[in-house]
């Protein structure tokens, strides 16, 4: 039997490993998670942008609905457009004309009696009722506390009309400092000063200065100031608006 031989090999070296392939495969990983990074940013941008616009979407529809509801509170009339009628269970609803002095004037005396009233208060206003504003005009910019205060004095949606919210969420809010309120300044109306701030003369008939002027015997005007904040962090919706009572209801 021939005996087995045995052969010692040399150990076989490793190649040289230059590593670009590793490079590459990093590089690959990095610019993949940047555009991932980069597209979830993109989602969530527009996830803010589209619920932003849709709360300011919202509070613009609240604050229509709230100025509405303002001035059916000017005309004495409940939210089905009929005159309003006092209800003993909901003293809030109809604003008690002859028997409180924070209501709207039906004359010179009560619009003393009443800017009397107000003038008592810190903001020069009560229950959605203000006297004219002096200073400045933006009172939803002030300071918290100021504007706080204002929020304690205004009105809320349906509280004098008896309109309930039943589509948008933010008009049966009652939370302090959410939700949205309306102030309404009672200013006289000089009808001589006034006589030309529209167009069409002074005096003749079928003209603007006629059409929209308030009633002799009652030359009042009445500025809607209406705030809503939205569900959103995003800015509060004011509107404004000026209006004139035609006929005594």
């Known amino acids: 039997m021939k005996p087995l031989a045995f052969r010692f090999l040399p150990p076989r070296l490793p190649a040289r490993q230059r590593g670009i392939s590793l490079f590459v495969v990093m590089v690959v990983v990095l610019l993949s998670t940047l555009l991932a990074m980069w597209a979830f940013r993109s989602a969530l ?17 609240a604050a229509q609905a709230l100025m509405q509801d ?6 004495g009339k409940t939210s089905n457009g009929q005159l309003c009628q006092r209800d003993t269970s909901k003293p809030d609803i109809c604003r008690p004309y002859g028997g409180n002095v924070f209501r709207f004037p039906e004359s ?7 800017m009397r009233a107000l003038g008592a208060s810190a903001t020069k206003c009560k229950y959605g009722i203000c006297q004219k504003r002096t200073g400045a005009q ?10 706080d205060a204002m929020l304690g ?9 008896g309109a309930a919210s039943t ?3 933010l008009l049966s809010i009652t939370d302090a400092g959410k939700g949205g309120w309306y102030w309404v300044e009672v200013m006289q109306y000089n009808t001589q000063n006034n006589a030309h701030l529209m167009s069409g003369g002074s ?3 079928n003209t603007n200065s006629v059409r929209y002027a308030p009633q002799k015997n009652e030359p009042f005007v009445y500025r809607i100031t209406v705030l809503v904040r939205g569900n959103g962090e995003g800015e509060p919706v004011v509107l404004q608006s000026v209006v004139s009572r035609k006929h005594r209801l």
């Open 153 to 161: 004095d205004g009105a809320r949606y349906g509280q004098y009309t």
């Open 203 to 205: 005096g003749t008939p």
């Open 70 to 75: 303002a001035e059916l509170d000017i005309m």
């Open 108 to 114: 010179r005396a009560d619009f003393t009696s009443l």
């Open 45 to 61: 941008l527009n996830q803010m942008m589209v619920r932003n616009e849709a709360s300011y979407s919202r509070a613009f529809e």
């Open 138 to 147: 933006d009172f939803w910019n002030a300071p918290k506390a100021t504007l």
């Open 167 to 169: 589509g948008n969420p």
